[in-house]
């Protein structure tokens, strides 16, 4: 049985890549495993059914038989458990690499959703552009320290990992901010990662939704 994913019916993103169904499809497409994708509108996301699967009301869930998962955290760990391909064999370096995937979205990706929401709900608000400020500085400091991290590296600890991708996505949301510009060497890593064939694949696929849903 394939697994399903839940993705948007029409995404906020347009097309952009950076909806979470994304960081799963992409997951999916590195190990090799087919799946299935059912798309829910903003309505569907919050009714009962869905919030069965996911009671935050969110996107994407994961079904494969009698397993349900949300969060995408939780969901790319499960693959990569189940799948060669995202995870390391060795045992301390499989730990550091899901450290990696916890640091993602746990610490550096907070600063960053906090400037999106700004940005969206708050542009009319006179606190607005000093707030930005602030959040531009917390942002600033992680990619500091992520890049010092990452040297002249590949990627983050040793081959690609779900550690990585999970970086990856979370960088991403910064792309019409302007602040990646200042680091060079996260942005040759971020190229690195959107060159991977499994990327490439992972976005067309959310790419063809949106195209569909404005071809209607």
């Known amino acids: 049985m394939l697994p399903i994913i839940t993705a948007f019916q029409s995404s906020p993103d347009r097309g952009q890549g950076l909806a979470r169904d994304m960081r799963v499809r992409w997951a999916l497409e590195e190990v090799g ?25 969110q996107i994407p869930t994961y079904q494969e038989g009698a397993l349900t998962l949300f969060e995408t955290g939780s969901i790319i760990l499960h693959i990569a458990k ?36 700004a940005k969206l709900l708050e542009a009319d608000q006179p606190w607005t552009p000093q707030r930005l400020l602030l959040i531009d500085d917390r942002i600033r400091a992680r990619l500091d320290e ?14 690609f990992s779900a550690g990585d991708l999970m970086m990856v996505h979370v960088l991403l949301r910064l792309g019409s ?34 195209t569909a849903a404005t071809s209607r």
Request: charged share 15%.
């Open 177 to 210: 901010s302007g602040i990646l510009g200042a680091y060079p060497t996260l942005c040759a890593y971020l190229a690195r990662a959107q060159d991977r064939p499994a990327y490439q694949r992972a976005f067309d696929a959310q790419l063809a939704v949106f």
């Open 146 to 159: 992520l890049a010092a991290h990452l040297g002249d590296a590949e990627w983050l600890d040793g081959g």
């Open 82 to 117: 189940q799948h060669a391909g995202l995870l390391p064999d060795e045992p301390a370096a499989q730990a550091r690499a899901i450290s990696w995937m916890f640091a993602a979205v746990s610490t550096v990706e907070p600063p960053i959703l906090e400037r999106a929401s």
């Open 33 to 57: 495993r087919p799946y299935q994708v059912r798309l829910v509108s903003f309505a569907e996301m919050k009714a009962p059914p869905h919030r069965a699967l996911n009671p935050f009301g």
